[in-house]
């Protein structure tokens, strides 16, 4: 009929499992422990691949051949300097963010390049100068997330080798010193672990902001304030507190049972998508078993605790570690400070929001959902003072 307004549909809390849009960038099949960049396995492009391999792959589609990779590392390494107005306030950024740690200075550094640079809304742009804005964007936070984080600890910014691919130039930048090879592996699996993950909080945040007609930097500063949260941010540093409550082999049981009757999370365990082994744990733990060190000893042993006591005390209950937990083992055998790990997470993830915003973008529809009123009823009368 004429005139007719359709209620809007009743949707699960948290949007979830709602599909909202259709992307070509990947996808999360939580039921089987698996998820893709495009149509490869993230965690076999992570074996097989460099992190430049799979920026490559999100922003354009296809994987690089031996040329190619040469080139692009080149390219996106060239781009790693900061303007001169942005290396300016990077002190007074690190110095007033200090207690929330880099990322919270990385969203004001994030304003200040995309200015610098001269980013104009994506609504205004062709694909080819979106693109070239999110390479910008890319290269660039790795230098932002270091410079703040020395900064922050009265050290001095390390600048970035041109000679350096991604996961290499960022521990020489943290750290000052070359990296030793196996460390820079480790480093860059975990990177190209965490590049893309469906459509979480951060990403969805971004393709908002873009389906605005937003410039780049705007979305991704979104994306960073979303990341913050605690509730999506990931803890790899809250999980390796758990192993430190823990302390000893003879505590763990104890430790474990107390939590689960008194109903407490117990950090670096259960992912609100998968029912299964988060695949990325499994490639972590792996990794971390390579380094042949007590604390993964002490990790894997915890692991297997909590899954048995959890099925003792809590039958038909699955919980599995998380990306989080074993994250935070590679991490620190890897020399990264523990302030460090979710914004070693923003420096992988950022790829995959710039993919997203770069996707969005295509389309001008704006996202603009509805929401469902529950109040008072109205038009009631407006009393009188």
């Keep these: 009929m004429a005139g007719t307004i359709t209620a809007p549909a009743a949707v699960p809390r948290g949007l979830a499992g709602v599909v909202v849009t259709d992307t070509e960038l990947g996808d999360v099949r939580g039921r089987e422990g698996f998820y893709h960049y495009r149509q490869y396995s993230a965690v076999e492009l992570a074996g097989t691949r460099t992190f430049e391999d799979v920026w490559h792959l999100m922003f354009h589609g296809e994987l690089p051949d031996a040329e190619g990779r040469a080139a692009f590392t080149a390219r996106t390494a060239r781009l790693r ?6 290396r300016r306030a990077l002190p007074d950024l690190a110095r007033t963010g200090a207690p929330a740690g880099p990322l919270a200075g990385l969203r004001t550094a994030l304003s200040l390049l995309g200015a610098a640079k001269n980013f104009r809304p994506v609504y205004d742009l062709d694909a080819a100068q979106r693109a070239e804005d999110a390479l910008a964007a890319c290269a660039a936070v790795p230098t932002l997330l270091t410079a703040l984080h020395r900064l922050g600890q009265g050290l001095e910014p390390v ?3 041109d000679d350096l691919p991604y996961a290499a130039n960022y521990l020489y930048m943290l750290t000052g010193s070359l990296p030793g090879p196996e460390h820079v592996r480790a480093i860059e699996q975990y990177l190209i672990s965490t590049i893309d993950h469906g ?5 969805f945040t971004a393709r908002v902001v873009a389906s605005t007609g937003a410039d780049v930097a705007a979305s991704l500063v979104a994306a960073v304030g979303a990341l913050s949260g605690p509730l999506h941010g990931g803890a790899p540093s809250r999980a390796l507190d758990t192993l430190d409550a823990i302390g000893t082999p003879d505590r763990i049981d ?3 049972r107390e939590r689960v009757l008194a109903g407490e999370r117990i950090m670096g365990f259960g992912h609100p998508v998968y029912r299964t082994e988060d695949p990325r744990s499994r490639m972590l733990r ?9 604390l993964v000893e002490f990790a894997v042993e915890v692991e297997r605790r909590v899954e048995a006591i959890l099925a003792e005390l809590k039958p038909g209950r699955e919980l599995h570690t998380n990306v989080e937990f074993y994250a935070g083992v590679v991490m620190e055998l890897c020399g ?3 302030a460090m790990f979710t914004p070693t997470f923003c420096a992988a993830r950022v790829v995959g929001w710039s993919a997203n915003i770069l996707e ?3 389309d001008s529809k704006i996202i603009r959902p509805a929401a469902r009123y529950v109040g008072p009823p109205p038009p009631q009368p407006v009393p009188a003072v």
């Design 81 to 86: 300097h900061l303007p001169e107005g942005v």
């Design 159 to 161: 600048e970035p080798r």
């Design 199 to 203: 459509f979480n909080a951060s990403t």
């Design 254 to 256: 104890g430790w474990i």
């Design 286 to 294: 792996g990794i971390a078993q390579g380094f042949g060190s007590p």
């Design 336 to 338: 990264l400070p523990r």
């Design 360 to 362: 969005q973008s295509a």
